[in-house]
């Protein structure tokens, strides 16, 4: 099952249904509203879609309201925290351990293994990064996020 899959059943699960659109703007990758996730038609890949998917998931988890006004802090914070929901749902801290385990030596190989896109990890690891500082343990691994990703584990 692919991660793709694993967000859709859980979406089913949680009474969420996730429809296809097409959309005026391409710009707009997908929009959560009402227990409702609709995804660009254009979306290419399962990588693309499992990442959009999981913050229109984000949002239905964290996110109350109309925030699609960004001017508002509120809404900005919010959106913040759906993304954020995201990474540790496709990702996480264990998800760079994993890939490092797998053998994954670059960021495109990492992202295939985790069936993330690059920008998503990319952006993933700057959040952990402004999060945690130059690194953070995580059971016997140690993640340095500066001055480049790198896993270590401790013996």
């Known amino acids: ?15 969420v249904e996730i ?6 703007s391409d710009r707009i990758k997908g ?7 609709a995804l660009n038609i254009d ?19 964290t996110s109350t309201g ?3 006004d960004y001017k508002e802090l509120a809404n900005r914070k919010q959106e913040l925290q759906a993304r954020v929901w995201a990474y ?6 264990m998800g760079i351990v994993k890939a490092f385990e797998h053998g994954c030596r670059s960021l495109h190989e990492s992202a295939e293994f985790l069936e993330v896109t690059e920008k998503f990890l990319k952006d993933a690891i700057d959040c952990y990064r ?23 584990k401790i013996r």
């Open 130 to 152: 402004s999060k945690y500082g130059h690194m953070v343990a995580v059971d016997n691994y140690v993640i340095y996020f500066i001055p480049a990703l790198g896993v270590f």
């Open 19 to 24: 429809i296809s659109k097409e959309f005026k």
């Open 31 to 37: 929009l959560y509203c009402d227990n409702t996730v």
């Open 43 to 61: 979306l290419k890949t399962n990588a693309e879609k499992s990442c959009v998917l999981a913050e229109e998931l984000g949002h239905h988890y």
């Open 66 to 68: 109309n925030i699609t």
């Open 1 to 15: 099952m692919t991660a793709y899959e694993k967000l859709e059943a859980e979406a089913c699960e949680d009474g």
């Open 88 to 93: 540790n749902k496709q990702i996480g801290l």
